[in-house]
């Protein structure tokens, strides 16, 4: 019962990143079914996939692990605000020159990637991450203050926008020229042959007005910069970094490299497009594991002084599993239904989707396995985790894809997070044993593999009875997760009056 408040907490502070995150990539997500059906082929929505996966790299080394720096550093010393301008100074410094580089070379780039016909798109994306990188140590603030309900608002509204101009650009626009209509102020911001482009127009455009929401606490930096805080952030950072760029590779870099070993008579940027379709379906547990992280890295070193400390991680990862299964169920047990949000012509690729989405909340496990070499200060192990999952990536892509096409992406992705999760659980117990209760937590990830592997053994003709069979698979475990949990489950849902 003493764990109870603490683990109260973080399921509100949960609640409120997860509520409006759900909402922003519920938001986002309509964007998913909107490409794959107003783009005019796979392959268009093959290069947003494959420019993305380029982003996420990049943003990575903008923001070089300075958030989680910001909450270490903010944690240990009585004064947050000298933390806070420090690391917003190195974050926008480093910020510029990236912007200079890109603005100065953006053509040479843009060849050197193979989109030297559309090297307006990498000005684009790059003034995008520049922005984002801007934004990074503002909002890691706002989730050091626990302001959460201005970091969800500000995300909706990024996302808001973004939408709202895709709409416009993709949708609204070519309609009303289709209409016959014309005149200034169209022939000015829309150009029917850029197509695809207007996607990176739109997140421009989000990406900066999200900007312009931060004016004030940019305005900031004057609390003071200290070189000695920086030296010693940058130090605890750059392990970060480098992990950050293996869990990329793990994320993203099978995009990549699909463009790279298909075969030679295969449409790469169409594989890509598919594979990358289906990858989106499984953003529910991406979602569920993007809310608890928004919470749980604040919370690790808020309890790192509590004699429960210890026992309150423990608890967090065995029903961060439960609710991670349960996902995992919803979605696979439905993928009929899932599947329907992409067009038909990516419908060959479902197959990818319980894979990812097993290999994901492998993700999350290990995200909640991260908390000894956060609190010991050893990112470095970190580091090492992270780039043993990024040698199974590109291991398992390199050699398969040539035989498998995406579906070794897939596995790939699932066999890194496996090796990252037992590496981090075995060293972790030497420098910071934690009491997981780790029979259950086995017991019930075997569960969900066993429930979702007897989904597809037993088929039944007509999809109401095989709803109706899968409907039942899902209320037997969560009959058993009830009558398990349910003195938890009364305790949380207790009112505290």
Not at 300 to 321: C, H, M, P, W
């Amino acid at each position: 019962m003493n764990n109870l408040n603490p683990l109260k907490q973080l399921a509100g502070q949960t609640a409120v990143y997860g509520l409006s995150s759900v909402f922003a990539r519920l938001l986002n997500f309509l964007l998913v079914p909107f490409y794959t059906r107003i783009l005019t082929d796979t392959a268009e929505y093959g290069i947003v996939n494959e420019l993305y996966a380029y982003v996420a790299f990049i943003i990575v080394i903008l923001t070089y692990g300075m958030e989680t720096a910001f909450f270490r550093f903010s944690s240990k010393t009585d004064n947050p605000k000298i933390v806070y301008s420090t690391a917003l100074t190195s974050v926008t410094a480093t910020s510029f020159i990236f912007l200079a580089v890109i603005i100065l070379f953006y053509n040479d780039i843009a060849s050197i990637m193979g989109y030297g016909n559309n090297s307006s798109f990498v000005l684009l994306l790059g003034l995008v991450l520049g922005a984002d990188a801007l934004s990074s140590i503002p909002f890691a603030r706002l989730r050091h203050q626990g302001r959460a309900v201005r970091f969800a608002l500000i995300k909706l509204f990024n996302v808001c926008v973004n939408v709202f101009f895709n709409i416009f650009f993709l949708a609204f626009l070519p309609w009303i020229c289709s209409l016959g209509y014309s005149g200034w102020f169209i022939d000015l911001v829309y150009d029917p042959s850029f197509s695809v482009g207007y996607v990176f127009v739109s997140n421009l455009i989000a990406s900066s007005l999200t900007l312009c929401l931060f004016i004030k606490e940019i305005l900031k930096i004057r609390f003071g910069f200290s070189a000695a805080i920086l030296r010693s952030m940058l130090v605890y950072a750059f392990p970060l970094l480098i992990s950050g760029l293996a869990g990329t590779v793990n994320e993203f870099f099978d995009r990549i490299l699909l463009r790279y070993r298909l075969p030679e008579n295969v449409n790469v940027l169409e594989q890509i497009g598919i594979y990358g379709a289906n990858v989106k379906i499984a953003v529910l547990m991406i979602l569920f594991i993007q809310m608890f992280r928004y919470a749980f890295e604040p919370f690790i070193f808020s309890q790192e002084k509590n004699k429960s400390g210890k026992r309150l991680y423990a608890d967090v990862l065995y029903y961060f599993t439960i609710a991670g299964v349960f996902v995992f169920l919803v979605i696979t047990l439905y993928i009929d239904i899932f599947k329907q949000i992409i067009d038909t012509r990516y419908h060959e690729g479902v197959a990818v989707v319980p894979i990812i989405l097993y290999g994901n909340l492998l993700l999350g496990i290990y995200f909640n396995l991260s908390v000894w070499y956060k609190l010991k200060d050893k990112t470095v192990y970190g580091a090492i985790f992270a780039l043993c999952g990024a040698l199974v990536t590109i291991t398992i892509n390199w050699v398969f894809i040539p035989f498998y096409g995406y579906m070794a992406s897939a596995w790939g992705h699932l066999f890194a997070y496996l090796v990252m999760v037992l590496v981090s659980y075995f060293i972790g117990r030497r420098y910071y044993p934690v009491p997981y209760k780790v029979s259950a937590i086995l017991g019930y990830l075997g569960a969900g593999a066993v429930l979702f592997i007897i989904s597809q053994v037993v088929k039944f003709e007509g999809v109401f009875v095989q709803y109706a069979v899968n409907t039942v698979i899902l209320a037997i475990f969560t009959a058993f997760v009830a009558y398990r949990e349910h003195q938890f489950l009364r305790n949380l849902f207790k009112s505290d009056q």
